[in-house]
C-alpha cells in the first residue's frame, strides 16, 4: 500500500491521474487544485464539464481550507451516516475553477477507508473522486468491471484492493445550505 501510495502522489504532484479504490466505488483521481488534470478527468469520462466533480479530503477539520462558511450541522452529518456521505457546499474556493457548480458550489466527502483517506493524508491537498467509467456507464462496483478504456487513460492504476470482489455502492449525496437546510440529491 505505502508503494501505490507514494506512485499517486508522484502523478498526482505532476498533473496526472490515477485510478484507485476509495470508501465506496473505484475512482478516477487528479489534484483538485489542478484545472488542467481536472478538465483530463473530463475527457477521459467524456463527460460534460458543466456536471461538477466530487473531492476527498481526509479529515472535516481541513473543510474551512476550501468552504467559505461550513455550517455546523455538517460535522453532525458527517458523524451520523451510516454509508459514505457526499456533502455539496456552497462558496467552495482554493480548488480549480472548473470543479465548482452554481454558487460555486462543491461536493466534498470525507473517507475514511484506510487508502483514500491516507493518500488524502499524505497528499496534503483535496483529490478528485469520481467513478471510473464514462459518463453514461454503470458504475463499476468492483475493479474487474472497469473498463480498458479508463485503465489505459490514467497514468497510474492503484494494486492495492484490485482482488477485492465485495460489490461496491456510490455514497450519498446531500446539498447543504450555509443556514443548515439540506436536501438529498442521491
Known amino acids: ?13 505532476k498533473g496526472g491521474l490515477i485510478l484507485y ?11 483538485a487544485t489542478n484545472a488542467k488534470a481536472v478538465q483530463k478527468v473530463y475527457e477521459l469520462k467524456k463527460r460534460a464539464d458543466n456536471k ?7 479529515s472535516e ?11 455546523e450541522m455538517a460535522s453532525e452529518l458527517i458523524h451520523v451516516a451510516v454509508k459514505p456521505l457526499t456533502i455539496v457546499y456552497e462558496g467552495a474556493f482554493n480548488v480549480a475553477p472548473n470543479l465548482l457548480g452554481d454558487n460555486d458550489s ?3 466527502r470525507v473517507s475514511n477507508e484506510k487508502f483514500s483517506h491516507e493518500l488524502c493524508e499524505k497528499f496534503g491537498r483535496p483529490i478528485v473522486s469520481t467513478s471510473a ?9 468492483i475493479f474487474s468491471e472497469v473498463t480498458k ?3 489505459e487513460g490514467v497514468d497510474y492504476v492503484v494494486k492495492y484492493r484490485q482482488d477485492d470482489n465485495k460489490p ?11 443556514d443548515g437546510t439540506f436536501k438529498i440529491l442521491r
Do not use: F, R
Open 1 to 13: 500500500m505505502k508503494e501505490d501510495i507514494q506512485k499517486c502522489i508522484e502523478v498526482l504532484k
Open 21 to 31: 479504490p476509495t470508501d465506496t466505488i473505484w475512482g478516477i483521481g487528479c489534484d
Open 52 to 58: 461538477a466533480l466530487i473531492v476527498l479530503l481526509d
Open 61 to 71: 477539520e481541513h473543510l474551512d481550507h476550501y468552504v467559505v462558511d461550513v455550517p
Open 106 to 108: 462543491l461536493g466534498i
Open 133 to 141: 467509467n464514462v459518463s453514461g456507464e454503470p458504475s463499476p462496483k
Open 149 to 151: 478504456e479508463i485503465v
Open 168 to 178: 461496491a455502492d456510490a455514497s450519498n449525496i446531500i446539498l447543504l445550505g450555509s
